[in-house]
């Protein structure tokens, strides 16, 4: 059974084209969402933690939200270097692990 | 420099073949996992420790042994390497600060079994 599901699984947009990622989840006790950034060939790079309905992050030109079901990444006027695959985990309670989506790979074109 | 490592960073080996792959972390961070990353199956959780000589399961154990008799090293063992087990291998550590448990990876061995 999945308990991150990401949406979409891939998302082309031209430079300045603002855009959301979906995070859905599943858990019975949310200890914590996780954003992280992979680039091709490389490990993946924490962004952000949400922990409870309401919140808001922010970091350059991006914006992570979370609601009792879900959680979006918002991109504004992407550029180019916003390329990547974008990661969503979860932390269950009682469970140290996280549990990770499939990711959006996210293409910015010039 | 502070940070996580993982060695090697390619690694090419015959079906069968017993393989270790190592992970060092200098934060003294208490968890460390491994993962591995498959195309249409994002990471998986293959082993973790949180702490010296505490290790558990993770999703997809079998055929991978885990060891950590040091805070900063976590080696995780291909026992008999498989074509199946052909994927880019994460570790990535943390530690807890208030209620925070992010996950800090390092930057990965690709591993092929022929």
Redesign the interface.
């Known amino acids: 059974e999945d308990q991150v599901t990401q949406s979409p699984e891939a998302l082309r947009l031209q430079e300045g084209e603002s855009s959301s990622l979906n995070c859905s989840y599943t858990v019975s006790g949310l ?2 969402l ?1 954003w ?1 950034r992979q680039d091709p ?6 962004l952000f ?1 949400l ?1 409870s309905a309401g919140e808001e992050k922010e970091k350059e030109r991006l914006k992570a939200t979370l609601t009792k079901k879900e959680s979006f990444l918002h991109i504004t006027a992407p550029k180019p270097e916003d390329s990547a695959t974008y ?1 969503c ?1 979860v ?1 269950d309670s009682g469970n ?8 959006t790979r996210l293409s910015v074109i010039a | 420099d502070a940070g996580i490592t993982q060695s090697p960073r390619y690694k090419i080996t015959e079906t069968g073949r017993q393989v270790t792959l190592m992970c060092h972390q200098t934060w003294s961070h208490s ?1 460390m ?1 491994w ?1 591995r990353q498959d195309l ?6 293959i082993y ?1 420790s ?1 702490a010296a000589d505490i290790t558990d399961k ?1 999703e997809v154990s079998d055929g991978y042994v885990v060891s950590r008799s040091k805070t900063e090293n976590f080696p995780l063992t291909l026992e008999s390497a498989t074509r199946s087990q052909t994927s880019v291998y ?1 570790c ?1 550590s943390s530690d807890r600060r208030g ?10 061995t690709r591993l092929t079994v022929t």
């Open positions: 200890r914590g996780f992280y060939g490389k490990g993946p790079e924490f933690t922990y990661l985990a932390r140290t692990p996280l549990v990770f989506g499939k990711g | 968890y996992f993962y249409g199956h994002g990471l998986r959780l973790y949180a993770g994460f990535a209620r925070s448990y992010e996950q800090y990876f390092g930057p990965g």
